[in-house]
């Protein structure tokens, strides 16, 4: 069932199938077109860590997110720039998102602060089992590398701007909306962001609010220096505005209209989703019909099997998220069934344990991932508790092909109605979790 719409401008996206409030659609850039829904696999410092660019490829994945801040450190946004952009100097031809900055706001400051982390599958309500609480841990500690010696905050968040005090060096810096794009327009990504405040769970209604208004100011500041610089690199490049507001209703609408006026080249929804699924559900409910439904909508950090299907289910087009690749780093696997053919609890199995010492079966049975073609899950874990870089590399390849498999499927279920029964097939093992997945008012979706 065509919809037929689409919005002229950089980057073309068309909603080309709807199943309820789910999209189907092609977002098209320079550096080729992007199928939705689809997984942003993370490169923050312009690698997916210890993968080969072109077997990140291979797995399918259509488009990596790159961190504006840690590239601005090193190497510098004028090293890229002088090899012609980012997908050039990293060797990755296809699409490229980079974020503005604004993350590192919360992971540098709130985050240490509040003694929170943000990892889009474990929320603050929700105990997983024991790999996903190992990830957790792991990305509390990796959202600050290197404290200062005062052990406090390495940001102050300023009216007009940021400051930071460098995870690697100390150094200080100081980032503007204007800063923010200038450093993105530089390193040539197909879509920026505009720089925004990303706020705790634990920040008050008052300073969600002043944090809420000071996002849409700097995103007039963003648009502005956008729209009055060229691209440096020869193509053009699309701006996303980024929706705040906490888990507060009230909050959440008003960004939504604030931000979609403001005439962005798409929405990306980001900050505090609240401390559970439901929560994140209510968020996206509250948002996502007050967008534009001719835009793109992007949302930030969520990357678990049931985080997507219901972001897909309410409209959501890209995610992007740290967690399948850097699980896969600490030998966590996604797979979608047990011994027993039932779908896996979390989707995850941890390979480190004993169990797997002398299992000769892939860690996927139908996986069409190298991985699982070639090796056995003994001999990944071998490779794992022996230290060995491959490990964690075969691991990766696996996961990053896990979720491309996720999206196509999803992708196929709404070009023929059958959204509802594929999420059921998903999470049938769990009816009231499938139950919360699909529970959207679709007479408000937009």
């Not at 940021?162 to 980032?175: E, L, N, P, Y």
Request: glycine share 12%; with cysteine; net charge negative.
């Amino acid at each position: 069932m065509y919809d037929g719409e689409s919005r002229a401008g950089p980057d073309r996206f068309e909603v080309l199938a709807r199943d309820g409030s789910a999209r189907r659609g092609r977002l098209s850039t320079a550096h080729g077109h992007v199928d939705t829904p689809a997984f942003v696999a993370v490169g923050t410092q312009a690698s997916v860590k210890g993968v080969d660019p072109d077997l990140v490829a291979a797995s399918g994945v259509q488009v990596l997110f790159a961190n504006t801040y840690h590239l601005y450190l090193r190497p510098g946004a004028e090293v890229i720039a002088e090899h012609g952009g980012l997908h050039r100097f990293m060797g990755w031809p296809r699409p490229l998102m980079t974020d503005s900055g604004g993350f590192q706001v919360f992971s540098l400051g709130a985050s240490i602060d509040h003694g929170v982390g943000k990892l889009s599958n474990i929320f603050p309500d929700e105990q997983g089992d024991g790999s996903a609480s190992e990830a957790a841990g792991e990305a509390r500690a990796s959202t600050s590398p290197r404290r200062p010696t005062s052990g406090g905050s390495m940001v102050r968040v300023g009216e007009n701007e940021v400051h930071f005090v460098s995870h690697v060096d100390g150094s200080r810096h100081v980032f503007t909306p204007e800063r923010s794009v200038a450093v993105q327009r530089a390193l040539g990504a197909d879509v920026m962001l505009a720089f925004d405040e990303c706020t705790s769970p634990l920040h008050d209604a008052s300073y969600t609010r002043a944090s809420m208004e000071r996002t849409h100011r700097w995103a007039r500041r963003c648009l502005a220096a956008f729209r009055s610089g060229d691209a440096p690199h020869g193509y053009e490049q699309a701006l996303y505005g980024v929706v705040q507001g906490g888990a507060l209703e009230e909050l959440r609408r008003e960004s939504a209209d604030a931000i979609t006026e403001l005439g962005f080249d798409g929405i990306a929804i980001g900050g505090n989703l609240g401390r559970s699924h439901h929560d994140m559900h209510r968020v996206l409910e509250w948002t996502v019909p007050a967008l534009d439904a001719a835009l793109p909508r992007h949302l930030l950090g969520i990357g678990d099997v049931p985080g997507v299907l219901a972001a897909v289910s309410r409209g959501i087009d890209t995610f992007d998220c740290v967690a399948p690749t850097r699980n896969a780093r600490t030998g966590t696997v996604l797979a979608r069934l047990d011994d027993e053919g039932r779908p896996r609890r979390a989707f995850r199995l941890n390979l480190k344990n004993a169990a797997f010492a002398r299992d000769a079966r892939p860690l996927e049975d139908g996986c069409d991932c190298g991985t699982c073609r070639r090796f056995s899950r003994a001999y990944l874990r071998h490779l794992l508790k022996s230290g060995e870089g491959l490990g964690p590399q075969l691991l990766t390849v696996h996961n990053l092909r896990f979720m491309e498999r996720l999206m196509a499927g999803l992708r196929a279920a709404i070009e023929h109605g059958e959204l509802e029964a594929h999420v059921v097939e998903w999470l049938g093992h769990n009816g009231r979790l499938a139950d919360a997945v699909l529970a959207t008012d679709r007479e408000d979706a937009g």
